[in-house]
Structure formats: structure tokens, C-alpha cells
């Protein structure tokens, strides 16, 4: 790796995401990929020295790296400012939004050999804030679909099947209701299913039907594409199938460009504890060693991490009694 650097922008963000950030970041650098940080800061750690929780310097960083990995960032909820995390993947474009979900031995949970994808569009739908009061006892927010922005993440999620060695890919809606947009995204998901018939099978389910399904029988599953609300919930589902939020890694993709994150909280009561769990960071670096085409590190990491957490050298969450710098420290050793 030699002269060959990846550079990568690195947002610590809010709460406990330093901490995170921190155990992420040698967690990877030991790997032996040589990676180049430029740490810039997002969220409220950023309102001080630039007026906003979405500077465009952090903007121009991820364009020229082309590559970020980012910790939780604090939402206000009902007031303040909007969601860092949605408004980075609309300014970036970032539309498609991926949450493998696979089953850890070692953590506590009623399912065993999970391994399910969720494939989210992440650019319109109601997370589109396009949204009004009506009058002064109600409000509207609009629900858009487009057949370029379903395309686009129909295929993202048939190309990761063919690439990653998936059987199937379910498309789920609520098309049954809601005729014309989620109509339009069923029908172009189904037309886009025939260019990769006799590689990997197609179907549909409706949203609800899904959600009871994924309980029931997740093993019928592989690849699920949704719509950007419905990915959101069912990924929160998914993630509750493998131990939670704090297992689960997370990927933003556009062209060109890739952020990766965890997608919990930044449980800012647990700030500066040593306590926080960095499990779905580090799985989210994994997931960017991967798509720097450094394959080899990105297992080395995975196996050293579900070595560990095995062995019950973990935090507290998942039964150990490490704090986040020396659950860090034991998945290093691991890498030797």
C-alpha cells in the first residue's frame, strides 16, 4: 500500500461519536490498509465555528475524497435543525442506502443465521421535507415517487445480488394503498427484474405483510429494496433481528461517492464514559474497506471483531465488560 493512501473524511460527530470514531479509526488503521483521515465536524460540534450543523467545508471534503465514514450526529426532535444525516445524502445525492443485517455468535437475541440486505432509496419519498401547515390545526407532507430515483435503486440492489452471490430480491410497497406512487415504484422495480431473470428471482410484499413476515420467517429472505420510509422502519426491524442498532452497519451510496456510518443515536448522556459499543462503526468501516476494494482487511476486521465478541470481550451491551477503548484494543490484538 505504498504511496497509496485512501483518503477518507472522518466525521467524529456529537455525543458519544468521538469516542466511536476514535476506536473505529485504529481499529482500521491496524488492519494494514493505509488510509489517510481528514477529520472534519458536522452536528452541533460544528454550529459554534460555522453557523450551521452542515457545513459546506464538510461538503467539499467528502466530494474530494470521494469517500467518508461518519458517527452518530444528535436530531432534534420537533424543533431545531433538520437531520444532519438526511441532508448529507440529499446534498451528495446519496441514493441509495444500504443495511446488511447478519447474525453475530456471542450476542443474545431470539434469531440465529440472520443474513439479510436492506437496499433503501434515499433521496424523495416523504423524507423529501416537503411538508406545510393547513391552516393551524393541520399539517401536509407530500409523498414523492419517480420512476428514474426507483430505477436507480432497483438496480443497486439486483447488481449487489449478482455481485455478492444473492438468490432474490423482494420489492416492498404498499401499492395496495397507495396506487399511483407506490404503483410506480412496484412496476418499475418489476420491470427492471427482467433484465436479470435467471440470475436472481423477483418478488414483492406489502410493507405490513413484510414486517410480520420478517418475524415469522426471515430465513425466506435475502435482498429487500424499499421505498426511503418504509427502508427506514424495516431496517430498524432487521437490525432488531441481529442484537439492535448498536450491531448494525450502514452504508450511503452515490456516484462517485460513499459515506458510511452508524446508523444509532448519540446518546449524549454517555458522552466521555468509555462505555459506548463502536460494534456498528467498526462493521461500517468494514463496509468501506470494501468498497476501497481492500477485501482481504475488510474480512480480517469482520472475523476479528465476531472473534472477540465471542470470546466476550465486549462492552457491556452485548454481555462483556470492556469499555469502547479496550473492546477497541482486543479486536487489534486480534489482527496481530
Known sequence: MLGMA?????????????ELADATRRVLDASGVEIEWEVVEAGEASIAEHG??????????IRRNGTALKGPITTPVGSGFRSVNVGLRQALNLYAN????????????????????????????????????????????????????????????????????????TAVHKANIMKMSDGLFLKTCRDVSEAYVGRVEFEDRIVDNMCMQLVQKPELY?????????????????????????????????????????????????????????????????????????????????????????????????GGNLGTREFADAIIARLG
Not at 485512501?6 to 468521538?18: E, Q
Not at 393547513?134 to 401536509?140: I, M, R, S
Not at 430515483?149 to 430480491?169: L, N, T
Open 98 to 169: 444500504l443495511r446488511p443485517a447478519k447474525s453475530i455468535k456471542g450476542i443474545p437475541g431470539r434469531y440465529q443465521d440472520i443474513d439479510l440486505v436492506v437496499v433503501r432509496e434515499n433521496t424523495e419519498d416523504l423524507y423529501a421535507g416537503i411538508e406545510h401547515m393547513v391552516g393551524k390545526d393541520a399539517a401536509e407532507s407530500i409523498k414523492i415517487i419517480t420512476r428514474a430515483a426507483s430505477e436507480r435503486i432497483a438496480r443497486f440492489a439486483f447488481d449487489y445480488a449478482v455481485a455478492h452471490g444473492r438468490k432474490k430480491v
Open 222 to 318: 435475502d435482498v429487500l429494496v424499499l421505498p426511503n420510509l418504509y427502508g427506514d422502519i424495516v431496517s430498524d426491524l432487521v437490525a432488531g433481528l441481529i442484537g439492535g442498532l448498536g450491531v448494525a452497519p450502514g452504508g450511503n451510496y452515490g456516484d462517485g461517492i460513499a459515506v458510511f456510518e452508524a446508523v444509532h443515536g448519540s446518546a449524549p448522556k454517555y458522552t466521555g464514559m468509555n462505555r459506548a459499543n463502536p460494534t456498528a462503526l467498526i462493521q461500517s468501516g468494514v463496509l468501506m474497506l470494501r468498497h476501497l476494494n481492500e477485501e482481504a482487511a475488510a474480512d480480517r476486521v469482520d472475523e476479528a471483531l465476531r472473534a472477540a465478541i465471542g470470546a466476550g470481550e465486549s462492552t457491556k451491551d452485548l
Open 52 to 61: 450551521t450543523p452542515l457545513p459546506e467545508v464538510l461538503l467539499e471534503s
Open 6 to 18: 485512501h483518503k477518507v473524511t472522518l466525521i467524529p460527530g456529537d455525543g458519544i461519536g468521538p
